[in-house]
């Protein structure tokens, strides 16, 4: 069994962990030079903010209390890090798909309640590195994938699924 987890809205999360307050807020997290829209976080994705907005359309929402970052690769590479690690904890085979997604391979789990393990994932990462995670359990990385499009899509703003592919 393989597990996809995948960082929820990681730049726009990634800005949130060290600031609490900005949580239920809408953030949007801009491309280099400040060109356009490259991360949003679901109350920015409520208010109608599409991926690739140039930047000086935002002051039509700035009547909604949105807060703007400019890119910090840094960060973002240094909360990927912290994320991958602790997932890493949890099963011996690992593979990191992206920046924001690990791929875990479940050998030899098949006495797990994998629904339970992935919610423990979940709950660690958040703990240990304020990042919300979505989780998609299958046979396959493919199908996993899947189910953590499925786990997103089905979550209430992505705090509570886990998704599982039947076979």
């Known amino acids: 069994m393989y597990a996809l ?9 990634s800005e949130r962990a060290f600031r609490p307050e900005l ?35 935002l002051k039509d929402y700035l009547k909604n209390d949105i807060h703007i970052f400019s890119s910090n690769y840094e960060l973002y590479d240094d909360m990927s890090r912290r994320v991958m690690n602790t ?7 690992s593979e990191v798909y992206s920046i924001d997604e690990i791929f875990l391979k479940f050998t030899g789990f ?15 990462v958040k703990k ?8 998609g359990f299958a046979p396959t990385k493919a199908l996993a994938k899947v189910a ?20």
């Open 128 to 135: 240990n590195c304020w990042i919300p995670v979505s989780v």
């Open 87 to 93: 997932l890493s904890e949890f099963t011996p085979e």
């Open 148 to 167: 953590n499009k499925i786990a997103k899509k089905y979550s209430d703003h992505w705090d509570g699924e886990i998704g599982r592919a039947h076979v």
């Open 5 to 13: 987890v995948d960082c929820n809205n990681f730049y726009a999360s």
């Open 110 to 124: 098949e006495n797990y309640d994998l629904s339970e393990y992935g919610q423990k994932m979940r709950k660690t």
């Open 23 to 57: 949580n239920g807020k809408p953030v949007v997290v801009l491309s280099n030079n400040d060109g356009c829209v490259i991360a949003r976080s679901n109350e920015a994705k409520d208010l109608g903010i599409k991926m690739g907005l140039p930047a000086f359309m």
